[in-house]
């Protein structure tokens, strides 16, 4: 079975295509039409049509975690979609904040859309079977607080300012012919960590490849290097990044993991 990914809005873009700071990618899988995000603008919008796509063929929409890059466009397609639900984490909310000097900005989801679109969100807790072959599955790995910490990102809770922990933060998770294809689209959580997540969950099947950005714009060369090993010592063929992992990590990615690293762009597609 065939298994057909396209990215719809990245970080850079060739062919005519637009780009933005922010990640949506379409998924073809077993007659089915699946949104990962919607990128931080109506931006998806356009790259859809130019790319001869219907958002109103979309049967299943997904938020990979509650930032406003990947959240912000998700308005515009229930606007545009009427009969898909958006799936999402049970803890995601409007209280993603990063931290700035003494100040916090807040990066998270459109803040009344939870509230505006109740009848088309759908909270899912565990693993989540989406349909045949599809599934969400969530950090199960502790302390990931200490990532949200060092990023200065945080969540604003009845109890105060908490580092974020990425409860809010899913893989998409895809059966195909080559093994199992992980979607996360930034790895807060460290790409190995959620390769090793996925492969603990499906003990009995092979773990392919990762797509998705890595948010490691951010990190220093070694660091860089360090990630690239633990990723080519998970045993996987195939990784496909882009958006938060930018140009010069993925140079060092590439240099390090060869022709199994590639760069994604809007309007690449993945044939599976």
């Known amino acids: 079975m065939e298994t057909d990914i396209t990215i719809i809005v990245d970080n850079k873009a060739d062919n005519g295509m637009d780009s933005e700071w922010g ?5 073809r899988y077993a007659g089915k039409n699946i949104l990962l995000d919607a990128g931080s603008s109506e931006l998806f919008l356009e790259n859809m049509k130019k790319l001869g796509r219907d958002v109103a063929d979309i049967d299943h929409a997904v938020l990979s975690h509650a930032h406003y890059d990947h959240a912000n466009g998700l308005p515009a397609f229930f606007e545009n979609n009427e009969k898909a639900k958006l799936y999402v984490r049970d803890h995601t909310a409007a209280d993603c904040y990063k931290k700035k000097y003494i100040f916090r900005k807040y990066i998270g989801i459109p803040k009344k859309m939870l509230q505006k679109y109740p009848d088309r969100i759908v909270k899912v807790s565990g693993d989540y079977n989406l349909m045949d072959g599809v599934w969400l599955i969530p950090h199960k790995t502790k302390g990931l607080e200490s990532i949200g910490k060092r990023e200065r990102m945080y969540r604003k809770t009845p109890g105060g300012w908490m580092p974020d922990d990425f409860s809010h933060e899913q893989s998409l998770v895809l059966d195909t012919d080559k093994g199992l294809v992980i ?18 969950t499906f003990p009995d099947k092979k773990v392919y490849g990762l797509i998705g950005g890595l948010h490691l714009f951010n990190k220093p060369d070694e660091e860089i290097r360090e990630v690239a090993k633990k990723i080519r010592d998970t045993g996987i063929q195939y990784i496909c990044t882009g958006h938060c992992t930018k140009d010069r990590a993925f140079g060092i990615l590439n240099e390090e993991l060869g022709d199994m690293a590639v760069q994604m762009k809007t309007g690449y597609r993945i044939v599976i």
């Open 23 to 27: 990640l949506s990618i379409l998924i």
């Open 183 to 200: 979607l996360n689209s930034c790895s807060h959580g460290g790409a190995d960590t959620i390769i090793s997540e996925v492969r603990n």
